[in-house]
């Protein structure tokens, strides 16, 4: 199943299910880094807890979060929650 929704990232977010996989992908280059920290945390909180996914533009990072494993390839960057 699917779920496709556009929400404002900024502004509080609607309760929703928690993801296995979320895309989003060249969108925070546009943020200051203190909001970037606070989209970051929410994505994190809606993220399946074992081993869900986050899907980002080749120009964004969020490499300074130890909660997320990283895979990084040609043009996308990949963050998992990581499975203990």
Same mark, same amino acid.
């Given at each position: 199943? +699917?779920? /496709?929704?556009?929400? *404002?990232?900024? $502004?509080?977010?609607?309760?929703?299910?928690? /993801?296995?996989?979320?895309?989003?992908? *060249?969108?925070?280059?546009?943020? *200051?880094? =203190?909001?970037?920290?606070? +989209?970051? *945390?929410?994505?994190?909180? =809606?993220?399946?807890?074992?081993?869900?996914?986050?899907?980002?533009?080749? @120009?964004? @990072?969020?490499?300074?979060? #130890? @909660?997320? $494993?990283? =895979? #990084?390839?040609?043009?996308? @960057?990949?963050?998992?929650?990581?499975?203990?």
């Amino acid at each position: 199943m +699917i779920h /496709f929704e556009s929400l *404002n990232l900024v $502004k509080d977010w609607p309760i929703m299910p928690k /993801f296995d996989l979320i895309l989003i992908r *060249n969108v925070l280059i546009y943020f *200051n880094a =203190q909001t970037k920290a606070k +989209i970051f *945390n929410k994505l994190r909180m =809606q993220l399946a807890d074992e081993g869900g996914c986050l899907l980002l533009g080749s @120009s964004e @990072s969020i490499l300074y979060d #130890q @909660s997320f $494993k990283v =895979q #990084q390839e040609d043009r996308v @960057s990949y963050y998992c929650n990581d499975i203990n």
